[in-house]
């Protein structure tokens, strides 16, 4: 798993919170908006043996291409543009690295952020979001343990959204949450969870059972 270390840990320390969230840049950056990545998934053996072809192309790091594969429907190619774009054969290790882990380890320097995948039943969300989860939470405990004179509050909570019901997948029960009206601060909906596991170890353990706990696609 990969970790801050070397030059990154003396960037990072030098990092203010605003200049973080500005990217570096001290002005307009790059990560004070929303940024849209781009994973393309490689055809499934069952694809590859009914000789279906690729109906999307990654022209370069940001533009992938349709081609239409329906004979009564012939379209003309299309291209789209993105923050970022992964060909189907690249690792989820390059997908964290190249476009996730500056956004995720923001939060060592107090900046709230949010990565989320979304995509089609099969499209490789929880495949991708799995590696990135443990990756992320190696770099963030590599990054605690070398800077002992700072103290931190780690907490993890993992909740179901499916079907209009909203489940803790850390509670042993399985009955939905319920939700109440945030009538204080005017944000919409509020969900109280009681469960928290700052341990890495465990963490890493969670992972595996949450997703296996999940409603079945």
């Keep these: 798993m990969g970790a801050i270390g070397g030059d990154e840990l003396v960037q990072w320390d030098k990092m203010g919170a605003a200049e973080a969230v500005n990217g570096g840049c001290g002005g307009a950056g790059k990560m004070d908006r929303i940024q849209v990545l781009v994973r393309l998934r490689p055809l499934s053996e069952k694809e ?17 291409m349709f081609r239409s594969t329906f004979p009564d429907r012939p379209t003309a190619p299309t291209a789209y543009t993105f923050d970022r774009v992964f060909h189907s054969d690249c690792s989820t290790k390059e997908v964290y690295e190249e476009g996730v ?13 949010s990565i989320f995948a979304y995509g089609q039943t099969s499209s490789g969300k929880t495949y991708t979001m799995t590696g ?8 963030i405990y ?16 993992a909740i179901e959204i499916y079907n209009e019901v909203i489940r803790d997948l850390l509670s042993a029960e399985n009955t939905p949450l319920r939700l109440w009206d945030d009538a204080e601060v005017k944000k919409g909906l509020l969900i109280i969870l009681d469960n928290y596991y700052p341990a890495m170890y465990l963490l890493l353990t969670l992972l595996c059972y949450l997703f ?3 409603a079945p696609m």
Excluded: M, Q
Aim: charged share 30%.
């Design 48 to 64: 590859v043996a009914r000789r279906e072809p690729a109906e999307w192309e990654c022209i370069n790091d940001s533009t992938v």
């Design 101 to 113: 882990k500056e956004v995720a380890l923001s939060v060592v320097s107090g900046i709230n952020s």
């Design 132 to 139: 990135v989860t443990e990756y992320t939470v190696a770099d």
């Design 142 to 157: 590599d990054y605690i343990n070398k800077h002992e004179e700072r103290a931190f509050v780690l907490k993890f909570s």
């Design 212 to 214: 296996n706990r999940r």
